[in-house]
């Protein structure tokens, strides 16, 4: 079992960055993919980023591809998504989700993740 905590969520202008943080434990990191998702009122949850046990291999939506970067540190359980240059439409609910795999790949799809966390709250003002 994996337990997931995010951070790092808040209120911030457009233009500007936050970084959330997602901290794992209950059982060893390295072997889980990792993937930041978002939910916006009144739609479904999306792929945002994600990121293989090894770090090695990443991958992300479109509409934050050259904005958003998703890094992990193994040693300390933790996964990280800096996001820069945000977007009234980047407003959401962001969730980080852990999916157990010996094979260093990404995985992008919601209903493969195996564990989630509660989610923190991104708000960009216009």
């Known amino acids: 079992q994996v337990q997931l905590a995010e951070s790092g969520g808040g209120l911030v202008q457009a233009g500007g960055s936050l970084r959330l943080s997602c901290a794992a434990s209950?059982?060893?990191?390295?072997?889980?993919?990792m993937g930041w998702f978002r939910q916006a009122p009144g739609k479904e949850r999306e792929f945002v980023a994600a990121i293989s046990w090894s770090g090695g291999s990443t991958y992300y939506a479109d509409s934050v591809k050259g904005r958003f970067t998703i890094s992990r540190d193994n040693a300390k359980n933790t996964v990280y998504l800096q996001m820069n240059s945000l977007k009234p439409e980047d407003t959401a609910v962001y969730y980080c989700?852990?999916?157990?795999?010996?094979?260093?790949?990404?995985?992008?799809?919601?209903?493969?993740?195996?564990?989630w966390g509660q989610g923190t709250q991104v708000t960009v003002s216009s």
């Open positions: 209950g059982h060893t990191f390295t072997y889980y993919g």
């Open positions: 989700a852990a999916k157990r795999t010996l094979i260093a790949v990404v995985t992008t799809t919601l209903h493969e993740y195996d564990y």
